[in-house]
């Protein structure tokens, strides 16, 4: 069955940063568009960024814009999000998805992981 498991979360200091990595099993990897979301306390969950299927393009929230860098590794079906000058407004959950580029209805999330900036 499908996995994704997000790991790399962790406390940080302002502008500092953080490497995120979603391990996805049980796809074809290629075939998803990935992305991190993240969500706070009485707040929506927000997408941060987008990374296509192979070939495809990628996509940032303006917020983190600059900063932050969505990758894949299609060998180790794994994405990265390499988040740099951190800010506290960055603390929240982040999480995984993976959506099938081809049948949408298949859509997965992780479990999430913590990131908390703070002095």
């Known amino acids: 069955q499908v996995q994704l498991v997000e790991s790399g979360g962790g406390l940080v200091q302002p502008g500092g940063s953080l490497r995120l990595s979603c391990a996805a099993s049980g796809l074809t990897f290629r075939h998803f568009v990935m992305s991190w979301y993240r969500q706070t306390p009485g707040k929506e969950r927000e997408l941060v960024a987008t990374?296509?299927?192979?070939?495809?393009?990628?996509n940032y929230a303006d917020s983190v814009k600059g900063r932050f860098t969505i990758s894949r590794d299609n060998i180790k079906s794994t994405v990265y999000l390499q988040m740099n000058s951190l800010k506290p407004e960055d603390t929240a959950v982040y999480y995984c998805n993976a959506r099938n580029y081809y049948i949408e209805t298949f859509n997965y999330w992780g479990q999430g992981t913590q990131v908390t900036v703070s002095s």
């Open positions: 990374l296509t299927i192979p070939g495809g393009s990628t």
